[in-house]
């Protein structure tokens, strides 16, 4: 993205240079007859184009000490100042400071030193510079501008999914409290019971893990549908006999744990629809495993989970099994009514069973947020650096189009004099880089179009490619351009033409 930032700035440097190429032809003309070489023009140009790379990297440090403590807060990062005075980064600062003012300079250099100086002083020098090139220069500035733009929007499209999409649990209103040591733990039934007792709160439970957290995986002896019990690595973690009423999760067959059946917390397993079709069982009730360590004792399935995202949607639904347990670390909390009554009341509750110990919660839905915090924040900066690139384009389209109109003013004239309208003069002057807009957008959809469909690749569960996203960028880059470049195609139309025709 910084790549993309400095080849637009300087491709807005090459093509301003060259479009006011006509305004420092006389300059070149002169220098030419008076002796100079075009080595030495060369120079000139470059060294002009360097030293306003230094003024900009001089300005840029002093953003960067502004910006830096904002952005560490802002995206959770360490950056130090003192990283500044690294010898190795004031080295890639000094090849970047040369590579920026070289490549801006460069064409800029070469073409306004190649004027012939008798044409130059019979006025017939270049008036526009190369147009093809710098044509081509704003057609990757269009091209950058919408990859970036349709990037932002389909990761905006993928984080919304993300959000709304049905986990298979209810993890809103869910507090989630870790209960550190086994004081902690040994203690829940008190603080759950007194919780209960507040109208906000609908139900409590615990669990060895949460949604959105790691969970152990086990070789033991799984029973088969031909009733052979072979070796399997399975993922499995600890619950209580409220877990699935407090996230909502539902069974397809069977029970749950009970603590009416005495047997369920010494001999009963429940399994996930996964599981089910992992083993290929016709039914899974009944069916038996054995711990590792454990041959005395099998453990029979008596209910299966209905399948629901233990992780992050990056990865399938995996097969589960959840083993009855009452000493676990993690308390999950369900608030019915309203949160802020509900989280006062358990902080007021936490302080009477654990008076010594600080009350630290977070909520569900947040902690399995957290596991997108990356591509979040790749949204956000995407967001950034595309209003930024768009920015800088239209600053130089602005330019581009003051000159362009300044170039075409007799010629716009006396089309007026003719008698063309001034939405035609406008349209005239406007469609041009309207074409630039449309051609720019091909390689740039087919670029984004490829990234785009990589990363949503990653996501085992992911949205389809949304195509009208790729109208809507073309239509805001078209609208963009058309309000950039109209305003001095406006003020070129409704100019006076007895004004610009006068002279001739």
């Known amino acids: 993205m910084a790549v993309f930032l400095i ?3 300087s491709i807005n440097y090459m093509n301003l240079s060259t479009a006011r190429s006509m305004k420092r032809a006389l300059e070149v003309g002169i220098r030419k007859v008076m002796g100079a070489q075009r ?3 060369i120079r000139q140009f470059m060294t002009e184009s360097i030293l306003l790379t230094i003024a900009s990297l001089l300005i840029s440090l002093i953003l960067i000490i502004i910006l830096v403590p904002i952005l560490n807060s802002r995206l959770q990062t360490s950056m130090s100042l003192t990283s500044l005075g690294d010898p190795l980064v004031i080295l890639a600062i000094v090849i970047m400071l040369l590579i920026t003012g070289v490549l801006s300079g460069s064409y800029p250099a070469f073409y306004l030193s190649a004027f012939k100086p008798a044409a130059v002083l019979k006025g017939k020098g270049s008036k526009s510079g190369n147009k093809v090139l710098r044509s081509t220069l704003v057609t990757i500035q269009f091209a950058i501008s919408m990859f970036m733009l349709i990037g932002t929007l389909v990761i905006y499209d ?4 993300l959000r709304q ?6 993890k809103e209103k869910v507090l989630r ?8 733990r ?4 008190v603080l759950k019971n007194r919780l209960l007792q507040d109208p906000n709160i609908k139900d409590a439970a615990t669990a060895t893990t949460s949604p959105g957290r790691g969970f152990g995986k086990n070789v033991m002896l799984v029973e088969t549908n031909e009733g052979v019990m072979e070796d399997y690595g399975v993922d499995s973690y600890g619950i209580d006999y409220d877990y699935l009423p407090v996230l909502g999760i539902e069974l397809t067959e069977g029970r749950n744990i009970d603590p009416k059946y005495p047997t369920d917390t010494a001999s009963a397993v429940l399994v996930n629809e996964a599981m089910v079709a992992r083993m290929g069982w016709d039914t899974a009730i009944g069916k038996r495993f054995q711990f590792d360590g454990d041959s005395t004792k099998y453990h029979h399935v008596i209910g299966v989970v209905k399948d629901f995202h233990q992780r992050s949607l990056y990865d399938p639904i995996e097969a589960l099994l959840f083993i009855p347990s009452l000493n676990n670390s993690n308390a999950l909390i369900k608030i019915g009514g309203d949160v802020a009554a509900g989280i006062s009341f358990i902080e007021q509750a936490w302080s009477e069973v654990f008076p010594n110990k600080p009350f630290e919660y ?10 997108y915090e990356a591509d979040q924040l790749r949204g956000s900066l995407f967001l950034g650096f595309s209003i930024m690139m768009i920015v800088i384009s239209c600053l130089g389209l602005l330019g581009l189009a003051s000159f362009i109109a300044e170039q075409r003013t007799k010629e716009i004239s006396i089309r007026k004099v003719l008698g063309a309208e001034v939405s035609g003069l406008v349209s005239l002057l406007v469609r041009d880089f309207l074409l630039l807009v449309i051609v720019g957008a091909i390689p740039a959809f087919g670029i984004a179009y490829y990234f785009m469909n990589e990363w949503l690749s990653t996501f085992e569960y992911h949205v389809n490619m949304n195509y009208f996203l790729y109208f809507l960028v073309l239509l805001v880059i078209g609208g963009v351009t058309i309000l950039t470049t109209g305003y001095h195609a406006l003020r070129a139309a409704t ?3 007895a004004d610009n025709l006068k002279y001739e």
């Open 7 to 9: 080849l637009i700035a």
């Open 39 to 41: 080595p030495m023009l």
């Open 158 to 161: 993928q984080m919304q999914y």
């Open 165 to 170: 999409k049905d986990l298979g649990f209810d």
């Open 177 to 184: 409290i870790v209960l550190d040591n086994q004081n902690a």
């Open 186 to 189: 040994e203690k829940w039934s």
């Open 362 to 371: 977070s909520f569900l839905d947040q902690d399995f947020m957290e596991q």
């Open 495 to 497: 100019s006076n033409p």
